[in-house]
């Protein structure tokens, strides 16, 4: 499956805005408890966000979703990515 759009600018945003490496989203994603649970609130939940960056995340998300207005990215970004 082709990646979309979305998840290369969530996967730039993380890595340059957040200061993620490929290693700590790698071990996030693959540690997930559920496949529905909120990326957001697991890089908290796991560390490797304060909680400035967390709110600094959900401003991004909420930006994005609110200028694209399109559903899909909304649930790609916060609930499956």
């Known amino acids: 499956m ?7 600018e969530l996967l730039n945003f993380l890595q ?3 200061a993620l490496s490929t290693e700590e989203i ?3 994603l ?3 408890e ?7 609130m697991l890089l908290w939940q796991y560390g490797l966000i304060s909680l400035e960056k967390l709110n600094h995340l959900f ?12 559903q ?7 609930e499956v990515w």
């Open 16 to 18: 340059q805005e957040l």
């Open 2 to 8: 082709q990646p979309l759009h979305c998840d290369t």
């Open 34 to 40: 559920s496949e529905y649970a909120p990326l957001p």
């Open 72 to 78: 899909l990215v909304c649930r790609v970004l916060i």
């Open 59 to 70: 401003d991004w998300l909420e930006h994005r979703v609110s200028h694209k207005g399109n």
């Open 30 to 32: 693959n540690h997930r």
């Open 26 to 28: 790698t071990l996030l």
